[in-house]
């Protein structure tokens, strides 16, 4: 079991280009989460999806970010015309299914997102 | 709004010692929480999980306790190593607010030689 994978693990962009980074959740699981960390802070909570559903956005930007986990393939967080204020680390999470009581997010390493 | 603290932010002990790092939460309607350990430019490690109903939970030198009613845990760390150095998160899932885990900001470990 590989666990949940990201990448790119590293991913320099300048301003204006635009990010893609990627989440394979663990074999089994069917919900993924995408939290970003700023420098110095905590995880904060972007978005929550299921296979191509995206069940709670609350915290994620309205405008520039977008998320999807579609049927086959990976989910993939998007930034478009970065800034540098988006310089953080995105950190994607899996459980198997979401009961509450028990929802333990595994998590991956994360991919670190540096805007020239 | 469910709101996460962790006491201190920063802490620097011989090696050695037994220590106890703080997380408090403002709304006790939690279905569980959960302790993780973040090294440098690494993802997060799951060290314990307690649920609502539990007061406790151990893992070899990791004891973590939660008292739901003052919204309060801790996380004992006996016979610290410099192994142990990290930052540590604290993180609840509560009844409201949909499906985020709420993070607090970690407590940066660092044990000495």
């Not at chain 2, 430019?41 to 973590?64: F, P, W, Y």
Request: charged share 20%; aromatic share 8%.
């Amino acid at each position: 079991n590989a666990g949940v994978m990201q990448n790119p693990r590293h991913l320099v962009r300048r301003r204006g280009q635009e990010a893609r980074l990627r989440c394979s959740p663990m074999k089994g699981h069917s919900h993924v989460y995408w939290y970003r960390q700023l420098p110095e802070e905590g995880l904060k909570f972007m978005v929550y999806l299921q296979k191509e559903n995206i069940i709670d956005e609350s915290g994620m930007p309205k405008e520039r970010f977008s998320a999807e986990f579609p049927k086959e393939g990976p989910s993939i967080l998007r930034i478009q015309q970065v800034v540098r204020g988006d310089s953080a680390a995105y950190f994607c999470a899996s459980s198997p299914v979401f009961e509450a009581g028990a929802n333990v997010l595994t998590f991956g390493a994360g991919s670190r997102l540096t805007v020239l | 709004k469910q709101e996460v603290t962790q006491i201190p932010a920063a802490l620097s002990v011989p090696e050695g010692e037994n220590l106890v790092l703080n997380c408090s939460f403002t709304d006790s309607a939690i279905y569980n929480l959960q302790w993780f350990r973040q090294d440098p430019g690494k993802g997060l490690t799951s060290l314990l999980l307690i649920q609502s109903s539990q007061r406790e939970q151990t893992s070899g030198r990791l004891n973590a306790s939660l008292d739901k009613s003052s919204g309060r845990s801790t996380l004992y760390i006996a016979a610290s190593q410099p192994g142990d150095s990290a930052t540590y998160l604290c993180a609840v899932n509560p009844h409201t607010g949909g499906f985020k885990t709420i993070f607090g900001a970690g407590t940066r470990l660092f044990v000495k030689a």
